[in-house]
């Protein structure tokens, strides 16, 4: 069969396909007439928690394959629809030459990294509309939240046994960088040794605002969250979504809306 992803509202024989399997599982659709209704969502819902799968109700790839539905369980790669006008579309203040520069960047990493389907490509997108507007890799300025009002730059980073730091002056050494703002000794430390080609990124930190790196942590710091990530998507909470990445809501609105933008020129790709 086709494994085309089946959500409420969708009628055919694959949705019949579908609700036997689920019966055949152990969770009752109703009547299996073919028709993907509230019955056949609350048991795809279950089955989807019985297995540990993300919970959404959308019976796509990785679900009709623990169903035994057939299929690879891969997700549907939405890369090749992320154009350098979409990205321009979800950042409409963003100089086009830093788009053109460093999309290609992201785009490689979230490829290795597995994380090709929307809400993942979207959520990249946005997390670098948040953080790094200009789309360029950029080290965190100095600010009421890293620094005293008479101390010296950072200096409240210094001691901050949370991100690993360990006094002056690891707190302006291991301060936000990149497209993700990796910040603190422990991240730095933990983040370089995974790169494809490891750096020992606790010796040399300015390494994390190279384009290609801090592309590559950015993919490996969503993937590390996907799961908790998704499930903040599905419930449409935007704020929890922000928070599993940056411990907080700075930018909310600035990623809600290239996330809201790039929903809809994505259009119906799943």
């Known amino acids: 069969m086709s494994l085309t992803t089946l959500r409420r509202g969708a009628a055919s024989a ?20 073919g028709q993907f209704g509230a019955g056949t969502e609350a048991a795809v819902l279950a089955f989807q928690a019985s297995e540990g799968l993300l919970a959404d109700g959308v019976a796509g790839p990785r679900t009709l394959r623990a169903l035994g539905l057939g299929g690879s369980g891969e997700l549907a790669d939405a890369l090749a629809s992320v154009t350098t006008q979409l990205a321009c579309g979800m950042f409409p203040f963003t100089p086009v030459g830093n788009i053109k520069k460093n999309l290609p960047f992201v785009l490689d990493a979230l490829r290795q990294r597995r994380l090709v389907d929307k809400p993942m490509v979207l959520m990249a997108l946005a997390t670098i509309r948040a953080e790094a507007e200009v789309f360029l890799p950029v080290s965190e300025g100095q600010s009421k939240y890293n620094t005293s009002p008479n101390g010296h730059a950072f200096d409240l980073y210094d001691s901050r046994k949370d991100l690993g730091n360990r006094g002056a002056p690891d707190g302006a050494r291991y301060k936000g960088r990149g497209f993700i703002q990796l910040t603190g000794r422990h991240n730095y430390a933990s983040y370089g040794p995974r790169l494809n080609r490891p750096v020992n990124l606790e010796a040399e930190p300015e390494l994390a605002g190279a384009s290609g790196i801090a592309a590559e942590l950015l993919a490996l710091f969503l993937g590390d969250r996907e799961r908790q990530i998704k499930e903040a998507l599905v419930r449409q909470d935007m704020r929890t979504a922000r928070w599993q990445v940056n411990g907080g809501y700075h930018g909310l609105d600035r990623f809600t809306d290239a996330y809201t933008r790039g929903d809809v020129l994505m259009g119906s790709l799943a």
């Open 14 to 33: 694959e949705v019949r396909n579908l609700q036997d399997a689920l019966l055949a599982a152990g969770f009752d659709p109703g009547r299996p007439d």
